[in-house]
């Protein structure tokens, strides 16, 4: 493979279930000194989950954004499922079939040997939130996305810990504290077990939340416009969510007395659902009456593609 000359952005991309997100950042390596801000950003929905359609979309989005950029210094993809501190990808219930490294493998292919990193997309997020700013870091900070199900991250200093099996941090798969909430047990989730945070705190959670309250709507989309025109069921499916969420926010400030606990993921646009938890936090602390501070990410949908760009071009403190 002839290997191109490296240009001077870092591509980061973020895989979902439906779509291909990507960033272009105007950097290749070094300190940043200000808010990042993307040159580009593009979405490419995936036309299936198959290796194909995956591999198709990847040299898709790879030709676009060469015929506009040029090559890539290096490139960070970021993934829904574990990743060791050695690149090594974990099976995940929310992502296809393809190994990560044979993600890795296309990207490298398609980029004509550009440097490429893969990295688990709850830790790209928490990564953004840390290092695509010069504002100060927090001591502990968690990461918490809330898509279509949920990941999770943490990090101590700046450096966000990954754990020797990639899932340092990964409290999708807990249950949640659920006393007087008996209806959320049976709740099917993707890792084959009920009741899961996953499976009631993302976007399929909130969906879920919506019609055992007797909403008849077909996604979490359309449940936010119910509650938006005030639809009492949505009302009360609103507090039973922002109820579940605020007690898993609760293991977080009970294991770790975290600073900050930043929330991305489709969800975190919706501020009727993320909106002001400080105090419902607090309610199911232990020792009670005070709560990390709950931040929205910066960087909206895009934190995760910035993260992993962020991480592929060494800049922040390497994970471990
Ligand atoms: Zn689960």
């Known amino acids: 493979m002839r290997r191109q000359k490296a240009g001077n952005t870092t591509w980061g991309f973020d895989l979902g279930g439906s779509k291909l997100a990507a960033v272009v950042l105007p950097i290749r390596a070094g300190v940043l000194r200000d808010v990042v801000e993307p040159v580009a950003q593009r979405l490419w929905p995936l036309p299936g989950r198959s290796p194909h359609d995956l591999r198709a979309c990847i040299d898709e989005a790879v030709v676009t954004l060469r015929a506009a ?53 709850g830790n790209a997020f928490l990564h953004a939130e840390l290092h695509g700013t010069s504002g100060p870091i927090p001591g502990c900070a968690v990461g918490v996305v809330l898509g279509t199900g949920v990941g999770g991250a943490l990090a101590f200093a700046g450096r966000v810990r990954t754990g020797p099996h990639g899932l340092a941090g990964e409290w999708g798969h807990l249950p949640p504290p659920r006393e007087a909430d008996p209806d959320a047990l049976g709740v099917p989730c993707g890792c084959g077990r009920s009741g899961c945070i996953d499976a009631l705190l ?95 990410g910066r960087f909206g949908p895009a934190g995760p593609a910035i993260g992993a760009a962020l991480i592929a071009a060494g800049i922040g403190a390497a994970s471990d």
Not at 232 to 260: N, Q, V
Request: glycine share 12%; net charge neutral.
């Open 69 to 121: 950029h040029g090559a890539p210094a290096a490139v960070g993809l970021a993934v829904a499922a574990a990743v060791t501190p050695a690149g090594r990808v974990g099976a995940s219930p929310n992502l296809g079939a393809p190994a990560g490294d044979l993600l890795a493998r296309w990207l490298t292919e398609a980029t004509a040997g550009a440097t490429v990193r893969v990295v688990n997309d």
């Open 202 to 296: 993302g976007g399929r959670g909130w969906l879920w939340a919506a019609r055992a309250r007797g909403l008849a709507v077909d996604s979490p989309e359309a449940a936010v416009g119910a509650l938006r025109h005030g639809h009492a069921a949505a009302l009360a499916a609103r507090a039973d969510y922002r109820d579940r969420l605020a007690r898993a926010f609760a293991l977080w400030a009970d294991l770790l007395d975290p600073d900050c606990i930043f929330v991305g993921g489709g969800l975190a646009s919706v501020p009727e659902l993320v909106a002001d938890l400080g105090p419902l936090v607090a309610a199911f602390r232990y020792g009670g009456r005070s709560a990390p501070r709950v931040e929205v």
